[in-house]
């Protein structure tokens, strides 16, 4: 037990409950601070996916791009003999594997 002072109970007892009370509020306090970590790492996390999303879609309008300049570059009959070619190769199924590819990626 403390040793008998000059002060007055009620302030003793007035700072043992604030400091009961600082106590008792520190798992609360401590809860609060990891849920406000906790959705700013979410956060941070969709607006990455959001940027992924974005980029993936530059990606496919780029590729896109230069493929109908490709196509717009070639003489007409060699275009109709190259797509002679490419009907009867396996470059159709490779470009629908990518496009599955890429659809899947980007959702």
């Avoid at 002072?5 to 009961?20: L, S």
């Avoid at 940027?51 to 493929?67: C, D, F, K, P, Y």
Wanted: charged letters at 5%; proline letters at 5%.
């Amino acid at each position: 037990m403390a040793m008998p002072t000059p002060m007055n109970g009620m302030i003793t007892d007035a700072v043992t409950q604030t400091n009961v009370k600082v106590l008792g509020d520190a798992p609360a306090m401590a809860m609060g601070a990891i849920y406000q970590s906790l959705s700013h790492s979410t956060g941070i996390l969709f607006e990455n996916a959001v940027s992924s999303q974005q980029q993936l879609g530059i990606a496919s309008q780029a590729a896109t791009n230069q493929g109908v300049i490709q196509i717009y570059a070639i003489a007409p009959m060699a275009a109709a003999v190259a797509t002679s070619k490419i009907a009867n190769s396996d470059v159709p199924d490779n470009m629908l594997s990518l496009l599955t590819t890429l659809k899947a990626t980007a959702s």
